[in-house]
């Protein structure tokens, strides 16, 4: 694996987990009942994007070794998943 494949590897992995982790304890202002005017209920009343991303980073880091692991020990290639080649042509029959 090139080095540049890691880094695009780990960046989409990283994107992937912040999408998933960004709802995980997020209290709105409708739950709190302390609304700012001009806001929306569901507008975040506690967010924290600082600790979000090192957490995000964490969690990236570890499914991220183990992904480069798996590609880099040849248990799984690029073959096992082509399943256009496996299917039988029209010439065969």
Same mark, same amino acid.
């Given at each position: 694996? *090139?080095?540049?494949? *890691?880094? =695009?590897? &780990? *960046?989409?992995?990283?994107?992937?987990?912040?999408?998933?982790? @960004?709802?995980?304890?997020?209290?709105?202002?409708?739950?709190?009942?302390?609304?700012?005017?001009?806001?929306? !209920?569901? /507008?975040? *009343? %506690? &967010? %924290?994007?600082?600790?979000?991303?090192? =957490?995000?980073? @964490? =969690?990236?880091?570890?499914?991220? /070794?183990?992904?480069? /692991?798996?590609?880099?020990?040849?248990?799984?290639?690029?073959? !096992?998943? !082509?399943?256009?080649?496996? @299917?039988?042509?029209?010439? !065969?029959?």
């Amino acid at each position: 694996m *090139a080095i540049t494949s *890691a880094i =695009v590897l &780990y *960046a989409v992995i990283w994107f992937m987990t912040m999408l998933i982790a @960004l709802p995980i304890g997020l209290k709105t202002q409708g739950d709190m009942g302390e609304k700012v005017e001009g806001t929306h !209920d569901g /507008a975040p *009343a %506690n &967010y %924290n994007p600082r600790r979000k991303a090192i =957490v995000v980073t @964490l =969690v990236t880091t570890v499914i991220w /070794a183990l992904v480069v /692991a798996v590609i880099l020990s040849g248990i799984f290639t690029w073959h !096992d998943f !082509d399943w256009t080649t496996r @299917l039988p042509s029209v010439a !065969d029959s």
